[in-house]
């Protein structure tokens, strides 16, 4: 079976500090994609990112960065510079090789104060 | 530009009365998926489908029903509607193979069961 682990229930942070929200996964198959979702107060899920189990690369996109490291099995996502639009709450989820259906985590809820 | 939307936005009803909850998509995308969100819990997945004419339970299946008559559409069924029913309900889509493509969901339907 697979399960995604965000043990950090909720975060809270002071604006334009750096924040890092965990992502354990486990799976026992090779081939798998993970993925984070951002779901603000207004209630929608926004797509940020999707990674393939064999590309390990770290990625930047502005401010927000992710971290995958296989021998930990996580997925990490750091938030650099926060600003109060990150306040939301964000999932991490998995699919694994040829299956269609996202597990997600139970989101980690992010406040930055100004 | 292609969307998927979900009708209506929000929804209060009587415990037995049988609900249905809309989603459409104009991506052509063959893959359709209905979640719930709930507190502690996380997004659940409900039921799926591949393509037209095709359906398929999700992990918390019992008491709903899904068909699948053309490629846009994909409307969720409450049978029975039940107080333990009350949720947030999400609905997405995928265009291909698997994890290999992202899953891009609707704005939501609050549904409240009394």
């Known amino acids: 079976a697979q399960k995604v682990t965000q043990a950090q229930t909720e975060i809270s942070v002071v604006e334009k500090e750096d924040v890092t929200l965990d992502c354990v996964y486990e799976?026992?198959?090779?081939?798998?994609?993970l993925f984070w979702y951002k779901q603000p107060p207004s209630g929608e899920l926004v797509f940020l990112i999707r990674r393939n189990s064999f590309d390990e690369q770290n990625e930047i996109s502005g401010r927000y960065s992710w971290n995958f490291q296989k021998s930990t099995s996580s997925f990490n996502f750091t938030i650099t510079a926060s600003q109060v639009v990150d306040s939301a709450v964000y999932f991490c989820?998995?699919?694994?090789?040829?299956?269609?259906?996202?597990?997600f985590g139970k989101g980690t809820l992010l406040t930055v104060n100004p | 530009d292609a969307e998927i939307t979900q009708s209506p936005r929000h929804k209060i009803t009587e415990t037995g009365r049988q609900v249905t909850l809309a989603c459409h998509q104009t991506w052509n995308h063959n893959n359709m998926f209905w979640y719930r969100q709930d507190l502690g819990h996380g997004l659940r997945l409900i039921h799926y489908?591949?393509?037209?004419?095709?359906?398929n339970k999700g992990e918390v299946s019992d008491g709903y029903s899904v068909s699948r008559s053309n490629t846009e559409d994909l409307p969720l069924t409450l049978e029975s509607a039940a107080s333990s029913q009350t949720s947030v309900y999400f609905c997405a889509s995928s265009k291909g193979l698997a994890g290999e493509d992202t899953q891009y969901f609707g704005p939501g339907t609050r549904l409240t069961v009394l």
């Open positions: 799976t026992r198959d090779t081939t798998y994609y």
């Open positions: 489908s591949y393509g037209v004419h095709d359906t």
């Open positions: 989820a998995l699919i694994r090789g040829s299956n269609y259906k996202l597990t």
